[in-house]
């Protein structure tokens, strides 16, 4: 047993239980296999489990199934090898690159997921909040790490401390954390973000290059970067998107004349990545891209993969007669005789309550309409057409089944919503079981 963190008696530990294996054979194999039971606090998901990469077709399904037994069969399985592919992807075409794993990595668990990315030599990693980057910091992530959000008053050692490089968008902030950086006899890293027309946060375009500047006589903190955020990168036609990467050009070129040294300039998002090859600068901030996800509706020609599946199985069948009301308010009425499956798996999951009577999910290489109101922890569907259906059937709800796929983007048509919100949503009470660890 291993213990992380830094003292066992805090609540933030996270506990590793090594498997072995009775036969020989698969020893080495079974050798980096490990659980994890941890608090809400711990990066990972409650009940995950990482795989090695896989080297024989069986195994990943055992372990799959062995990890799954005696528990709520719902979960979702987290292929590294295919971020890994999508990172390598976006480096061989863009260089340096900036990997979001904000927002627990949009759902897929921000410590496996920055764990490879280090490892496949990530340039930087971005999160929101400091929060989230002390968690990477205390599991052994060592790479930059930049917070979008900046930071609020108070935080500024925890900062300096952990090597962090916040966001910042006034004179005030970096003098802030230049008296803690001079105060702990060291120097800290920012980037100031600049509002080039979203209206939403950072140092108005208009007085960039005079608050970069300003800000060059605090000795103890250096600016490593400058970047700005697109309103509406996923539109490659829309006016908006020239004006402000021009603005944004027009800033780098005035701080250049000006001699001032910069690192990172940096403005495409995976919209922008995808969409807008003249916003790439020297440096580029994909998320959803690396999770294997376009942002945009029409297709698009880098071969993604996505990198979630979200899995569950049938936990009962049920034959009803025609005209038969269904889940909460009667909500679907069956128009003929019908055999309906009921899922353990409901909107507290992650599973839109506005996927009822709309979306689909894939069994036995066929499409099955869920019906009726998704409820909290339960969802139905119509398995009629589904020949030999039995009671623990595999349903995937996002993912492929044989030659047919439901992806997030489809999800999220379904729901008026953005893939982003799909992912996000996939809540901490489904366990998340990692393959190619």
């Known amino acids: 047993m291993r213990i992380f963190g830094e003292s066992k008696t805090r609540l933030s530990i996270g506990v590793r239980f090594w498997l072995s294996s009775s036969e020989p054979d698969q020893e080495d194999d079974f050798r980096d296999r490990w659980i994890c039971d941890q608090i809400p606090s711990y990066p990972l998901h409650h009940h995950s489990l990482i795989l090695p990469r896989k080297k024989f077709g069986y195994r990943q399904n055992m ?107 006034s004179l005030r902030m970096v003098q ?60 490659a036609g829309s006016p908006s998107n020239r004006i402000q990467i021009e603005r944004f050009q027009n800033i780098v070129k005035s701080l250049e004349l000006k001699n001032f040294p910069l690192k990172w300039r940096h403005v495409a998002n995976s919209a922008g990545i995808l969409n807008l090859r003249y916003g790439w600068f020297d440096g580029v901030r994909p998320g959803l891209v690396l999770y294997g996800i376009s942002p945009l509706e029409q297709a698009v020609e880098m071969p993604l993969q996505p990198v979630l599946s979200f899995k569950t199985r049938i936990m009962q069948l049920r034959r009803v007669h025609k005209g038969t009301s269904i889940g909460y308010g009667g909500a679907y009425k069956t128009d003929q005789e019908s055999l309906i499956a009921t899922l353990p798996v409901g909107y507290a999951d992650g599973l839109s309550r506005l996927l009822s009577n709309k979306g689909s999910v894939l069994i036995r290489g066929h499409k099955a309409a869920i019906v009726g109101r998704i409820s909290m922890d ?60």
């Open 378 to 437: 339960l969802t139905l569907i119509n398995v009629t057409h589904v020949p030999s259906v039995q009671v623990g059937d595999e349903v995937v709800l996002i993912g492929k089944q044989g030659t047919l796929e439901v992806v997030a983007n489809d999800l999220a048509r379904l729901t008026l919503t953005i893939p982003y919100e799909i992912l996000c949503g996939i809540s901490r009470r489904v366990p998340r079981i990692y393959v190619g660890a």
């Open 176 to 235: 802030d954390l230049a008296r803690v950086a001079n105060r702990l006899k060291t120097k800290a890293t920012y980037h100031f973000k600049i509002d080039t027309g979203m209206s939403r946060l950072g140092v108005d375009w208009t007085k960039a290059v005079e608050t970069v500047e300003d800000s060059s006589s605090e000795q103890s903190v250096i600016c490593e970067g400058i970047y700005t955020h697109l309103s509406s990168a996923e539109i």
């Open 63 to 169: 372990d799959i199934e062995k990890f799954m037994r005696g528990k709520r069969p719902t979960w979702a399985e987290v292929n590294l090898d295919h971020l890994e592919s999508n990172f390598r992807m976006v480096k061989e075409i863009l260089g340096r690159v900036m990997a979001v794993v904000k927002a627990d990595a949009y759902g897929h668990g921000a410590l496996p997921v920055a764990q490879r990315l280090e490892r496949c030599g990530v340039n930087s990693l971005a999160v929101a909040v400091l929060e989230e980057a002390l968690e990477l910091r205390k599991m052994g992530i060592r790479c930059p790490i930049l917070l979008f959000n900046g930071f609020w008053s108070g935080q500024e050692e925890e900062i300096v401390h952990n090597n962090l490089t916040p966001a910042v968008f």
